[in-house]
């Protein structure tokens, strides 16, 4: 493993520490209407969602193709993500605030690391 995606990895770590501390602080202090009981399941998605991603962005050398993938990669993840949040909604009716709260949370936290790590990387 190089040592920038070995960096990656110990900044992921970091930041999923954090993640999970607000997820054990939602399921304190969040009322019963934004609870979800899928908290720790969303947690895990967009934990490996930003591995899997990361690992295949940071392989693109090219500028130009690495601006194009990156693009595609985030209009497809939002419309993806969306049709989750939808589809869980139409399902679920009763528990789709707390699932769309959390959900979105994480959605932003996560999205911001995954820029944050892009941009360190692709700075040198």
């Keep these: 493993m190089n040592v920038s995606l070995k960096s990656f990895f110990i900044k992921l770590a970091i930041f999923s520490v954090f993640s999970i501390t607000i997820l054990l602080l939602w399921q304190q202090y969040a009322t019963p209407r934004f609870q979800t009981n899928l908290t720790w399941l969303i947690w895990g998605f967009f934990s490996l969602s ?35 949040i939808l589809i869980y909604g139409f ?12 959900f979105l949370t994480m959605y932003v ?12 990387h692709f700075k040198k």
Excluded at 50 to 56: A, D, E, N
Excluded at 73 to 78: A, D, P
Excluded at 91 to 102: I, P, W, Y
């Design 50 to 84: 930003t591995v899997l991603i990361h690992l295949s962005l940071v392989r693109i050398e090219d500028p130009k193709r690495f601006v194009f993938s990156f693009m595609g990669t985030t209009g497809i993840k939002l419309f993806a993500y969306l049709m989750i």
């Design 91 to 102: 399902l679920n009716r009763e528990t789709m605030l707390g699932f769309t709260a959390f």
């Design 109 to 120: 936290l996560y999205s911001g690391f995954e820029v944050f790590t892009l941009l360190k």
